[in-house]
Structure formats: structure tokens, C-alpha cells
């Protein structure tokens, strides 16, 4: 089984637990960065980043750390909406505390205030040919992407989704609609890992093994 955890600091981290559950993930609410060291995955929900930014940044607190090290060393990642933005480099005239993990630079709040917030047909290649309904609240947009980040969908406004090897972002909120394809290609990629990981494994214990006889 495949053990998720979900940051639970602020924000709709219950609607993905409902999201993941059902797919048959084990979901951990995760508050410290100790949490991290027994998970296969993480996704940060959306809310507010700078007051995630805030919660983050008093002294002696680790997660941000810790997340920053599980992410380099291949854990899977995925923010949506705020967790996108605390995910990126670089965010449009601010300085706010960020993970600063993924190559792009984000612009908030670029569908405008509350009022603008909107459900939109996205087309989304990676999840087949059915349009996926994405709900923007006070959403992000990608403005740039360098490195190897790979674009998965855009509207008028800018990009909405992206990855980059172990890092998955979209401006919008799957968690909030009956549709489960974007948990499902994000389960994807943790199956993936693990079973890579349990290869090197194995891999290493048969090289331990023949340096033994
Ligand atoms: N507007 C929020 C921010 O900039 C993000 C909104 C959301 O996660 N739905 O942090």
C-alpha cells in the first residue's frame, strides 16, 4: 500500500484525504518535518501561502527542511494552488518563504479576487481525452518554467499545470470535484518510485550478496 501524507497546517487538506482515500492510499495528516521519514508521498493543499509561508518559518521548525530534503532525494510532491506557489523558485514581486523546489516562477492571484473564481474545461493531455473541470479559487499562474519542467496544461492566462520529474503542481483544486484522474496520475508516480526504489534495493542486495561468496 502506498502511504500519502498530506500537509495539515492550513487549508483543504481533508478534501484530499477523501480524494486519496478511496484509491486506495493510506493518508497521514503530516505537522512535522519527522513525519516525513516513513512516507511515499507528499501533496500540500491549497489555502493561503503566506500564511503557510508563516507557519513554516518560526525557529527551530524542520519541515521546510525536511521537505526540502525527502523532495531532492526523489520523494513525490504534489501542490495544489498554494502549494504550488510555496512549491516554486521564483513568485512575481514577492519575497514571502517559499520550498523554492520547482523551476518556475508563479504570478497569485492571477484569475483576480474571490468573486472571479471560476470551474473551466481544461484540456489536460496526460489524463486522456476527456476534459478535466478544473476550480480556480484566487489561483496562481505559471508565468515561466526553465529546467525540465514539463507544461501539462494552459489556459489564456498562463500555464496550470506542470511537473517536473518528482514535483506535480496545478493552479486549480481536483480535490474539490468528483473527478480523480489527477490524484490517480499523481498515485502513478509514487507506484512509480516505489518500485524503482524497491529494485535498487534489490539491485544493491544482490551486489551485497555476491561480494559475500
Ligand atoms: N490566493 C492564495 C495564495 O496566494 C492561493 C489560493 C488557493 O490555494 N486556493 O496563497
Given at each position: 500500500?502506498?502511504?500519502?501524507?498530506?500537509?495539515?497546517?492550513?487549508?483543504?487538506?481533508?478534501?484530499?484525504?477523501?480524494?486519496?482515500?478511496?484509491?486506495?492510499?493510506?493518508?497521514?495528516?503530516?505537522?512535522?518535518?519527522?513525519?516525513?521519514?516513513?512516507?511515499?508521498?507528499?501533496?500540500?493543499?491549497?489555502?493561503?501561502?503566506?500564511?503557510?509561508?508563516?507557519?513554516?518559518?518560526?525557529?527551530?521548525?524542520?519541515?521546510?527542511?525536511?521537505?526540502?530534503?525527502?523532495?531532492s532525494?526523489?520523494?513525490?510532491?504534489?501542490g495544489?494552488?498554494?502549494?504550488a506557489?510555496?512549491?516554486?523558485r521564483?513568485?512575481?514581486?514577492?519575497?514571502q518563504?517559499?520550498?523554492?523546489?520547482?523551476?518556475?516562477?508563479v504570478?497569485?492571484?492571477?484569475?483576480?479576487?474571490?468573486?472571479?473564481?471560476?470551474?473551466?474545461?481544461?484540456?489536460?493531455?496526460?489524463?486522456?481525452?476527456e476534459?478535466?473541470?478544473?476550480?480556480?479559487?484566487?489561483?496562481?499562474?505559471?508565468?515561466?518554467?526553465?529546467?525540465?519542467?514539463?507544461?501539462?496544461?494552459?489556459?489564456?492566462?498562463?500555464?496550470?499545470?506542470?511537473?517536473?520529474?518528482?514535483?506535480?503542481?496545478?493552479?486549480?483544486?481536483?480535490?474539490?470535484?468528483?473527478?480523480?484522474?489527477?490524484?490517480?496520475?499523481?498515485?502513478?508516480?509514487?507506484?512509480?518510485?516505489?518500485?524503482?526504489?524497491?529494485?535498487?534495493?534489490?539491485?544493491?542486495d544482490?551486489e551485497?550478496?555476491?561480494?559475500?561468496?
Amino acid at each position: 500500500m502506498v502511504s500519502v501524507g498530506i500537509l495539515a497546517l492550513q487549508g483543504d487538506f481533508a478534501e484530499h484525504r477523501f480524494m486519496m482515500e478511496p484509491l486506495g492510499a493510506q493518508v497521514y495528516l503530516v505537522k512535522h518535518g519527522s513525519q516525513l521519514a516513513s512516507l511515499d508521498a507528499l501533496i500540500i493543499p491549497g489555502g493561503e501561502s503566506t500564511t503557510i509561508a508563516r507557519l513554516t518559518s518560526s525557529a527551530g521548525d524542520s519541515l521546510l527542511e525536511a521537505v526540502r530534503m525527502k523532495a531532492s532525494e526523489g520523494l513525490p510532491v504534489y501542490g495544489t494552488c498554494m502549494g504550488a506557489i510555496f512549491l516554486a523558485r521564483e513568485i512575481e514581486g514577492s519575497s514571502q518563504g517559499r520550498l523554492a523546489l520547482m523551476d518556475i516562477k508563479v504570478r497569485r492571484n492571477a484569475f483576480g479576487p474571490q468573486r472571479f473564481s471560476r470551474e473551466q474545461m481544461l484540456n489536460i493531455p496526460s489524463l486522456g481525452s476527456e476534459p478535466f473541470p478544473a476550480i480556480f479559487i484566487r489561483g496562481p499562474v505559471i508565468l515561466n518554467v526553465w529546467g525540465n519542467v514539463e507544461v501539462l496544461s494552459a489556459v489564456e492566462e498562463g500555464i496550470v499545470m506542470a511537473r517536473q520529474d518528482n514535483l506535480l503542481v496545478s493552479a486549480f483544486h481536483p480535490e474539490l470535484t468528483g473527478d480523480s484522474r489527477v490524484h490517480r496520475y499523481f498515485l502513478e508516480m509514487v507506484r512509480q518510485r516505489k518500485q524503482m526504489c524497491a529494485a535498487s534495493r534489490w539491485a544493491g542486495d544482490v551486489e551485497a550478496g555476491s561480494r559475500r561468496h
